[in-house]
């Protein structure tokens, strides 16, 4: 009963007591990047929504990338407003227009860079290609132009080079390798990726996509996702859970038990909102889980990695609230 009492608790705690047992769906869970380099960053690109799969078990990381593949995934990734308008280019005639347009016109690519005004979309892109698609993207277009792309781009931690001190700008980049550096492109721009999961099935996803878990989840009432860390049959073990809470702009955990199965998700999705201030988010968390809800220091309001972070007891010295904003 004990069990049941925090858990129900928990869930008062987002204005919700009852729980549907409707099974999440599942997640992106592609079987080919379960032991890939860049499993993290496919697995937060294809969350953030600025690519996608080749079905639902597919992604094929090491599959080349053609150049209209790449601008659209960049276009999305910072999220600009697409045009279909007409372009210079004889052979814009397909789904990509809109994004070879709309790349001439935000100066990511220029006719000139091409032969007889062909963009020839369907090309396989180069590492070169990319850091100088990057560098523009981000304002930097005079910079690479006078020290080069490759270069610009390595300074900028956009792409690394190979361990014999080349850039390999003229080989072919792989559809993992453009993910990392579309994600790196972000970081240079803003020092962060723009978007974090806010719908149940977004924040289920990431869940799901966590390097090292392996338990269960299902949808409770609203948004919230009900997380069962230790993957067992209990329905009473759903002691975790996670929700995008709107009115507030502000993404809540809910920790109703602490157990070293639960320690371990709440940590890795700290990282994910505060992968700059993990150590200090972590701690802050148990320091608060450590102490009596009557204790003046049972509640953390703070900010790291330029979001909010709050984090506090609650009365049944059990519960712990973590909200993160944006």
């Known amino acids: 009963m004990q069990k ?35 499993k993290e960053e496919i697995a937060t690109a294809v969350n953030q929504g600025w690519i996608n799969g080749y079905d639902v078990k597919t992604f094929k990381p090491n599959a080349n ?61 180069t590492r070169e290609e990319i850091a100088r698609m990057t560098i523009r993207a981000i304002g930097k277009d005079a910079e690479g132009a006078k020290s080069g792309y490759l270069a610009v781009a390595k300074k900028l931690e956009i792409m690394k080079g190979y361990p014999d001190g080349s850039m390999g700008g003229e080989k072919n980049a792989t559809r993992a390798e453009a ?18 999961p806010k719908t149940r ?67 890795e999705i700290l990282k994910y909102y ?8 972590y701690s802050s968390y148990n320091k608060v889980n450590g102490l009596e809800s009557n204790n003046a220091n049972s509640v953390i309001d703070t900010k790291y990695d330029n979001r909010t972070f709050k984090v506090y007891k609650g009365s049944d010295n059990k519960t712990v609230m973590i909200r993160i904003g944006e």
């Open 4 to 38: 049941i009492g925090r858990v129900m608790l928990a869930m008062a705690l987002l204005v919700t007591l009852l729980i549907r047992t409707e099974t999440a769906a599942a997640a992106v869970a592609f079987t080919d990047t379960k032991t890939h380099w860049a």
């Open 65 to 125: 990338m053609t150049r209209a593949e790449f601008l659209k995934s960049l276009v999305a990734a910072m999220k600009i407003k697409t045009e279909d308008t007409d372009t210079p280019f004889v052979d814009d005639s397909g789904w990509f227009r809109p994004f070879i347009a709309t790349g001439l016109k935000q100066s990511i690519i220029k006719v000139g860079d091409y032969a007889e005004n062909t963009f020839e979309p369907n090309r396989m892109i």
């Open 179 to 196: 993910v990392v550096m579309i994600t790196n492109t972000l970081t240079a721009k803003i020092g962060k990726s723009v978007t974090y």
């Open 201 to 267: 099935d977004a924040l289920n996803t990431m869940v799901q996509s966590l390097p090292n878990f392996n338990g269960t989840t299902m949808f409770g009432t609203g948004g919230i996702v009900l997380i069962n860390s230790k993957g067992s049959d209990d329905f009473f073990d759903y002691t975790l859970a996670i929700e995008y809470v709107v009115e507030l702009k502000k993404t809540s955990i809910i920790i109703s038990e602490s157990n070293v199965e639960n320690q371990k998700v709440v940590k």
């Open 274 to 281: 505060f992968p700059k201030s993990i150590d200090k988010a």
